[in-house]
């Protein structure tokens, strides 16, 4: 049964998640204003030559929080110690390698292949170095992150990581005011935030968990080489990932005009956006789903897997529908000026991101027993086939939307791939799967959707009936998952869970 830590956890990411979308994007707004529209293309260019490797370090830490959670599942401190000794010496190895390989080669393309203005290239170098130096302390602060998600202290990572965007909030204050080079000096203060975002982390850590143990040259041979197996199949699957969608962004610009391809740009932002709430629910599940397989504990692991899947399309739900009814208002508000195409790219965009969120839970669960092989190289296979199906529709001919399509089709596959594979490593029933989770879930869809959609085509046009319109599918959405998506057990738990709190406020008043 998910535990009421998770549902604290979860409250506490979404949290976290809202107020770091509204930092997110007016911080972009004032560097844009301070630094200028030019100053601010060059930084994004040169920054975004260190980006590239971010993946890796999300590779690293998905690993890490797996390994660091099977050992706490199995409470064994020794191991739990081992690992963390280890995984130093890795991410000091890879930081190095990786800060060698940018200094070396990446150096050399910012200076000789990145369109920079020739007054500004001396400064771009300079940012590209601070840049570099910030992703060698972002590598250094994974693994302590991966460890307080492991520990499921969710309070500590939401507090870090609002303040870490706290920081960033007021590095864009700082430039105001210091009479230097703005483009150098943004790269200096970010090197900073990065500094004290890893020595917060460190200290967190030192002082909270026991394991947490510095151990110079630790060295056990069968554990890193469990781990280097674990993160090298999970780093194929990120690659993988990454390439379709940037191939297929490339076939597009290929096949027709850039207002398609900025369209499909519109489309991705909005659906990534979307995608974090289902993921902080998954990093909210991740450390106990991984440690109900360690402890060997079946019956939580299902609970796990049957209600997380749920819940995390349900949560994914309630954002959904409304941006489906009333997509071309949210677009227009957001942009003034709408890319062609972009309200259907949009769409057929979230409709992917609902299918691939009930599969979140599964692709945990898949990384419990720590063998991936054949799981990442099946489903890297498959995202590669989007590409090369997406190439063979186009080149006969179909719209730019079909591209949206395959991968919507492929997903469904991918995901009937996950369930199938997951069942066979860990006993999970498909049977038991699809009753508990597909049906109630395709249920939900219909008896919401299908009033959302006659309200909205009832609606005359205008904001205040878009704001009624957006108010009238959640609610629908809400009274649909609650009464026939939810178990008997789960709606007694929130009506008990709401009577509490309405007692509480009420003793609070008197």
Excluded at 91 to 114: D, M, Q, R
Excluded at 176 to 181: I, N
Excluded at 188 to 209: D, G
């Amino acid at each position: 049964m998910i535990s009421k830590k998770i549902f604290k956890n979860t409250l506490m990411l979404y949290s976290r998640q809202i107020l770091l979308i509204f930092i997110s994007l007016y911080t972009v707004r004032v560097v844009l204003n301070v630094l200028g529209i030019e100053e601010y293309g060059v930084f994004n260019v040169v920054a975004g030559i260190v980006t590239l490797c971010s993946f890796l370090t999300s590779s690293m830490s998905s690993a890490t929080q797996r390994f660091f959670s099977f050992a706490l599942g199995k409470k064994d401190e020794n191991l739990l110690k081992s690992t963390f000794s280890v995984n130093l010496v890795i991410y000091a190895g890879i930081g190095l390698l990786v800060v060698a390989l940018l200094e070396g080669g990446g150096l050399w393309f910012v200076k000789n292949h990145l369109n920079i203005p020739l007054e500004r290239t001396d400064s771009a170098v300079v940012l590209y170095h601070y840049t570099v130096l910030s992703f060698l302390f972002s590598v250094i602060t994974a693994p302590f992150r991966a460890i307080i998600i492991a520990h499921e202290d969710m309070h500590y990572f939401a507090l870090v990581s609002i303040i870490e965007a706290l920081m960033k909030l007021a590095v864009v204050f700082v430039l105001l005011y210091l009479p230097w080079d703005k483009l150098e000096l943004y790269g200096l203060l970010l090197l900073f935030v990065s500094i004290i975002n890893a020595i917060i982390h460190l200290l967190i850590c030192m002082y909270k968990y026991s394991e947490c143990q510095f151990r110079i040259f630790y060295w056990d041979k069968s554990l890193v080489k469990e781990i280097f197996s674990f993160t090298s199949w999970t780093l194929f699957g990120q690659v993988s990932t990454v390439a379709r969608f940037q191939a297929v962004t490339i076939l597009l610009n290929q096949f027709f005009n850039p207002s398609v391809v900025a369209a499909r740009a519109i489309s991705v932002i909005v659906s990534s956006q979307v995608n974090l709430f289902s993921n902080n629910f998954n990093t909210g599940l991740y450390p106990s789903i991984i440690k109900s397989y360690a402890n060997k504990n079946e019956k939580e692991l299902f609970s796990l897997l049957f209600n997380g899947s749920k819940l995390t399309f349900f949560l994914m739900w309630v954002f959904v529908l409304p941006l489906l009814v009333e997509m071309n208002t949210v677009l227009t508000l957001w942009l003034n000026i709408v890319p062609e195409q972009a309200v259907l790219f949009t769409k057929l965009a979230l409709i992917e991101s609902l299918i691939f969120s009930i599969s979140l839970p599964i692709s945990t669960a898949a990384r419990a027993p720590g063998k991936i092989k054949r799981y990442e190289l099946t489903l890297g296979v498959m995202q590669l086939g989007i590409f090369a199906i997406s190439y063979l529709v186009l080149e006969m001919g179909y719209p730019a939307f079909s591209v949206f399509v395959v991968a919507i089709t492929m997903n469904i596959f991918m995901f009937a791939a996950r369930l199938s594979m997951v069942s066979k490593m860990i006993g999970l029933s498909i049977r038991a799967f699809i009753q508990r989770v597909c049906i109630p879930v395709v249920l939900v869809i219909i008896t919401s959707a299908l009033p959302a959609l006659t309200i909205s085509y009832m609606l005359p046009k205008g904001i205040i009936y878009s704001i009624l319109n957006v108010a009238s599918c959640i609610l629908i959405s809400s009274v649909s998952m609650y009464y026939i998506g939810l178990e008997p057990v789960w709606r007694k738990k929130i009506r008990n869970m709401i009577i509490n709190k309405v007692k509480v406020s009420a003793e609070v008043i008197r």
